[in-house]
């Protein structure tokens, strides 16, 4: 099998390349490469190789700079699968892109479902909703992977954020009314590599189309806040805030130019029952990337 990687520098890249590697012949792309942003650099990059499988977590992720940048965001997150999409399908192979819970406008009670309707409040969610609307349209085999929360050994992310304000100051203000769960791109990698083999495997499109893909559980940003301060706390990492001065704040408390959605939580039971899944709680990827970091 012959997989092409786009973003192998990013969060999710990082890990795709170590779990995709047993499944063939990875092609790991950076943005010298194939820039989501040139058209002729991404079809290019897949003329060369002739991927099997194109694998795409490369995103715009700035969620409050795309307010400011939507031109280059929807060139990346929407125009660029369009054309991964296109290049598919001349050559038969399968599109795996990725997707969020910023689709989604936050506003329901309960789990979300990947038939539930969308609602984008931001240019970043709009943009990726996009991308996921292209490449349904253009026919080729795809899966769009909606994750949340996203976190990693490599890279920046809210949990090392957190650990180097810790050491920093005696206070800390942290959101309390945002729920989701804290997913880690070594388990979006993992199941990624399992969903790919069995949709190689079938050669049919039966199992195409969007899933959920996040760690069980939920929690919110001031919980997964005290949990990875705590972890650290009792590994020896150096930690100046003390517990109880990690306050609870709203939303409203810490105004950002993109909203947020409330409720970031996605129901994963389409994913783990048609590929035969279990998830772990957020925390065990959370305590396994702290294990490697501090």
């Given at each position: ?55 795409n ?8 700079k ?13 125009r ?96 309390a ?81 993109a ?36």
């Open positions: 099998m012959r997989l092409l990687l786009t973003g192998k520098n990013g969060q999710v890249g990082f890990e795709l390349q170590r779990a995709l590697a047993p499944l063939g012949k990875v092609a790991a792309l950076d943005r010298s490469v194939c820039d989501l942003e040139n058209e002729a650099s991404i079809r290019e990059a897949v003329r060369q190789f002739r991927p099997d499988v194109i694998v977590p490369a995103a715009y992720t700035a969620v409050d795309a307010e400011s940048d939507a031109e280059r965001a929807h060139a990346i997150n929407a660029a699968p369009a054309i991964l999409g296109e290049e598919a399908a001349r050559i038969g192979a399968l599109v795996v892109h990725y997707s969020t819970d910023y689709v989604f406008d936050g506003s329901a009670d309960g789990y979300y479902r990947e038939t539930d309707a969308t609602g984008p409040q931001g240019i970043y969610g709009q943009s990726k909703l996009a991308g996921e609307e292209a490449l349904a349209a253009i026919g080729a085999r795809h899966i769009v992977l909606r994750t949340s929360w996203v976190f990693g050994v490599h890279g920046a992310n809210f949990a090392k954020t957190m650990l180097r304000l810790a050491g920093e100051r005696e206070t800390l203000g942290v959101v009314d945002q729920i989701g769960a804290p997913t880690s791109a070594a388990l979006i990698a993992d199941v990624s590599a399992h969903v790919i083999r069995q949709l190689v495997a079938t050669r049919t499109a039966d199992l195409d189309g969007i899933y959920h893909l996040v760690a069980s559980g939920e929690t919110n940003w001031h919980a997964y806040a005290r949990h990875v301060i705590e972890y650290a706390r009792q590994k020896g990492h150096p930690i100046k805030v003390e517990t109880d001065a990690i306050r609870a704040i709203a939303t409203t408390d810490y105004p950002t130019p909203k947020r959605p409330s409720n970031s939580k996605l129901d994963t039971q389409k994913l783990r029952n048609t590929f035969g899944l279990t998830l772990p709680d957020w925390k065990v990827g959370v305590d396994h990337v702290l294990e490697q970091i501090l």
